[in-house]
């Protein structure tokens, strides 16, 4: 796991050889259980999907952060995604765990 700082003209998500990293941004209670606000994640396929992230993310996962991802709303440039959403680049991920309130 690696963290750095966003600004909003770096690109969220590049192709490198081998592979695209995303940066993902937590919130909330995710944020807790991901241990900070911030990751950069890199998968193999460079055309990722959501899918492709966050079985990433799930892979160094403990259990609180396992818990919140099974049920995380995601978003992809703003936009609510499935699982098959296409991670283009410079596209932004959200994590967004259950919120109550009324």
């Known amino acids: 796991m690696s963290?750095?700082?966003?600004?909003p003209?770096?690109?969220?998500?590049?192709?490198?050889?081998g592979g695209t990293t995303v940066t993902v941004r937590f919130?909330?209670?995710a944020a807790?259980?991901?241990g900070g606000a911030r990751r950069e994640?890199?998968?193999?396929?460079t055309e990722a999907t959501l899918a492709d992230v966050t079985s990433a993310i799930a892979d160094d996962a403990d259990e609180a952060l396992a818990k919140v991802l099974?049920?995380?709303?995601?978003l992809v440039g703003g936009a609510r995604a499935a699982a098959d959403?296409?991670?283009?680049?410079g596209a932004v991920v959200d994590c967004?765990?259950?919120f109550a309130g009324g």
């Open 3 to 7: 963290t750095s700082t966003y600004s």
């Open 9 to 17: 003209t770096q690109a969220a998500a590049d192709t490198t050889a």
């Open 27 to 29: 919130f909330a209670g």
């Open 32 to 34: 807790q259980a991901a």
């Open 41 to 45: 994640v890199t998968v193999a396929a």
């Open 70 to 74: 099974a049920v995380a709303t995601w």
């Open 85 to 89: 959403t296409p991670i283009p680049a």
């Open 96 to 98: 967004l765990p259950p």
